[in-house]
């Protein structure tokens, strides 16, 4: 071989060596592209997931009446899983007289009037769960509800579940409010309250059982509820769907606790009201207001 020719091979085995190095490098990229891609498209379908089910549990205050034992939070508090009115107990036999507490939720609102104008057409009484508005009409809708002689319990002041389930300090200062509104509305001193997203929700990262804990400790009850009209979950809702769901459950129960929604954007409710008095009439319900002796629907209890 003469030195040209061997000069040209040694060209040759550099060239190669550099492809080989590049090919390498290439496929070494790719590998890590793909493998960042999938742990962010990982963490993505997580975050979608998990925001979704944050979503739906504010939309609808679901109940999540099995406390999943993977969830860190409830381990770690003194939650036992409650009453959901689903109990042995409160299964409805063919000659129990059937209880039904109509609930409304998140008023005063514009339609307060109109529900409460439905609830004295048909003489039935109902419970509405309040939050804190001071305007004129709000005011007045709160003196109402009691005069008229439906029951009326907290729901929160603010309904903002972050400043609501910040801490015990601000839950506190939150109830005291609401319950000073009512009295000065109503003259009633209220131990009636139903946790925004019910005692069992799991959006505010927080151990609810403190909250529980101060409002046994004040000898106020809270009532959830073991049938739900679904008029939380979205606006896509129409009067048939509430009547309907609540049907379905209510047969079921000796004592069913309904959860409706009385807000500004509800007007299926409303319009569902009248035929739902009627449906449940039909059936044997009798229609009453939460007091002292209702049996207690509560998602989740504190562990004695
Ligand atoms: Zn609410």
Not at 152 to 174: A, P, Q
Not at 195 to 201: A, I, R
Request: some cysteine.
């Amino acid at each position: 071989m003469n030195e040209a020719n061997e000069l040209d091979l040694e060209r040759y085995r550099n060239k190669r060596k550099r492809v080989k190095k590049m090919k390498s490098g290439i496929m070494g990229f790719l590998l890590i592209w793909v493998l960042i891609s999938t742990i962010v498209m990982s963490f993505l379908v997580y975050k979608v997931y998990s925001l979704q089910k944050q979503m739906n549990s504010i939309l609808n205050g679901t109940k999540t009446t099995s406390l999943s034992s993977s969830s860190v939070k409830n381990i770690d508090s003194r939650l036992v899983q409650g009453n959901s009115g689903a109990d042995e107990e409160n299964l409805r036999a063919p000659d129990d007289v059937l209880k039904v507490y109509l609930t409304f939720d998140d008023g005063p609102s514009n339609n307060s009037n109109q529900i409460l104008d439905i609830l004295d057409d048909y003489n039935v009484k109902a419970t509405f769960f309040v939050n804190g508005r001071e305007d004129e009409n709000s005011l007045a809708v709160y003196k109402r509800i009691a005069d008229e002689g439906h029951s009326i319990g907290m729901h929160s002041y603010s309904h903002k579940y972050k400043d609501l389930y910040k801490s015990l300090d601000s839950f506190i200062e939150d109830t005291n409010r609401i319950h000073q509104l009512i009295l000065d509305t109503t003259g009633q001193d209220c131990k009636l309250y139903r946790f925004p997203g019910g005692s069992s929700n799991q959006v505010s990262d927080t151990d609810m059982s403190q909250y529980i804990a101060y409002l046994n400790d004040n000898h106020i009850k809270y009532m959830d509820w073991n049938v739900s009209s679904g008029d939380a979950s979205s606006s896509q809702y129409t009067a048939d769907d509430v009547i309907e769901n609540v049907m379905k459950d209510v047969v079921r129960y000796k004592t069913s606790v309904v959860l409706m929604h009385d807000a500004n954007t509800k007007n299926a409710t409303v319009e569902a009201l009248p035929r739902l008095i009627e449906r449940l009439r039909a059936e044997g319900a009798i229609i009453l207001p939460i007091t002292d002796e209702t049996k207690l629907i509560q998602h989740v209890t504190l562990d004695k």
